[in-house]
């Protein structure tokens, strides 16, 4: 069974991805009120990532549907059951994790927003994909929101949120993601910090990197 081939969720999927792809660098420059140049410079900034991420709100910003397949995938190769992320935003990741939850026979996922109206998005999204049962979003700071409660045995983890919060979130789960767990990191490269980490031996990942900048980890033990 694959849940991304049937309806209600695949067209779904198909019309906030089409409308996320009309988003360009201009539309997000203008929205902010920085530069392109600034813009990369923002995404290694770990002290004003608040009111950066609050000025996109309008703006899904989203995995693309490659990317989501290679999520679903790997969520249903792994016999993923728990999955935590970091960064919902209009909840697209969210929706290929939870469906492959779902085709798994069930399971939990954890999810962090920090901008409310995106939160309010993801819900309205993932109740209409019919897979809100799976999903627990936690609204507000992840480095609160996902600092405690999180479940002891983690099968996979998402980051796809502030980049240079990336390590930081991943130190925060590293306790409960068992041997074998799945890391995967979208736009990698904006998140050297979190590169070196999780490419030292010494902290018990291999790594291996694709196109469309993701990093795929893997939980030694």
């Known amino acids: 069974m694959n849940s991304l081939s049937?309806?209600?969720?695949?067209?779904?999927?198909?019309?906030?991805?089409t409308q996320a792809e009309t988003t360009t660098i201009e539309d997000i420059c203008a929205a902010t009120g920085l530069s392109a140049q600034a813009l990369e410079q923002q995404k290694g900034c770990k002290t004003a990532y608040?009111?950066?991420y609050a000025s996109l709100k309008n703006f899904a910003?989203?995995?693309?549907r490659r990317t989501g397949e290679l999520l679903y995938m790997l969520a249903r190769c792994s016999n993923a059951r728990v999955v935590v992320e970091f960064g919902t935003s209009f909840g697209i990741s969210t929706l290929f994790l939870a469906a492959a939850l779902r085709?798994?026979?069930?399971?939990?996922?954890?999810?962090?927003?920090?901008?409310?109206?995106?939160?309010?998005r993801a819900q309205q999204n993932l109740q209409t994909s019919g897979?809100?049962?799976l999903v627990e979003i936690r609204s507000g700071d992840a480095l609160q929101t996902l600092g405690s409660n999180l479940p002891q045995h983690i099968d996979m983890l998402l980051l796809d949120?502030?980049?240079?919060?990336?390590?930081?979130?991943?130190?925060?789960?590293?306790?409960?993601?068992?041997?074998?767990?799945?890391?995967i990191a979208d736009d990698a490269a904006d998140s050297p910090e979190y590169l070196a980490y999780v490419r030292d031996p010494a902290n018990g990942y291999m790594t291996l990197d694709f196109d469309d900048d993701v990093n795929l980890a893997v939980r030694l033990g």
């Not at 085709?103 to 309010?120: C, H, L, R, Y």
Request: charged content about 15%.
């Open 131 to 133: 897979l809100a049962d």
């Open 61 to 64: 910003i989203p995995v693309s």
């Open 6 to 17: 049937t309806q209600p969720l695949a067209h779904l999927l198909d019309t906030l991805l």
């Open 50 to 52: 608040a009111g950066f």
């Open 103 to 120: 085709d798994n026979g069930g399971g939990q996922m954890i999810t962090s927003e920090f901008e409310p109206s995106k939160v309010a």
């Open 161 to 183: 949120g502030a980049k240079a919060l990336y390590c930081d979130i991943l130190k925060l789960a590293e306790t409960g993601l068992r041997t074998g767990a799945l890391v």
